[in-house]
């Protein structure tokens, strides 16, 4: 992931913390959580001379990408601390 790469998600995802503070991400639709999402990805569009499918399509693949390397340092984490035998 490039520099550009992680600012882009953690504007998107500051963004995200605050628009949906009081909201349940496991419970909403994702189209709602799109529709809050939607004024930061315009921004973002404006700014890119881009339009908002290809920034979200963007987002989509960068957050997916980040999830996963957590998912991937939490197993070695794990493997780590079992290791130990506590």
Same mark, same amino acid.
């Given at each position: 992931?490039?520099?550009?790469?992680?600012?882009?998600?953690?504007?998107?995802?500051?963004?995200?913390?605050?628009?949906? %503070?009081?909201?349940?991400?496991? #419970?909403?639709?994702?189209?709602?959580?799109? +529709?809050? &999402?939607?004024?930061?990805?315009?921004? /973002?569009?404006?700014?890119?001379?881009?339009?908002?499918?290809?920034?979200?399509?963007?987002?989509?693949?960068? %957050?997916?990408?980040?999830?996963? #390397?957590?998912?991937?340092?939490?197993?070695? +984490?794990? &493997?780590?601390?079992?290791?130990?035998? /506590?």
């Amino acid at each position: 992931m490039t520099e550009d790469d992680k600012c882009f998600l953690d504007r998107i995802t500051a963004y995200a913390e605050e628009a949906m %503070a009081d909201m349940d991400a496991e #419970k909403t639709r994702i189209s709602i959580q799109l +529709d809050k &999402l939607r004024p930061v990805m315009e921004e /973002i569009a404006v700014e890119q001379n881009t339009s908002v499918e290809e920034v979200f399509i963007r987002y989509m693949d960068l %957050a997916s990408t980040a999830g996963a #390397k957590k998912q991937e340092q939490f197993k070695k +984490d794990y &493997l780590d601390f079992d290791d130990l035998n /506590i």
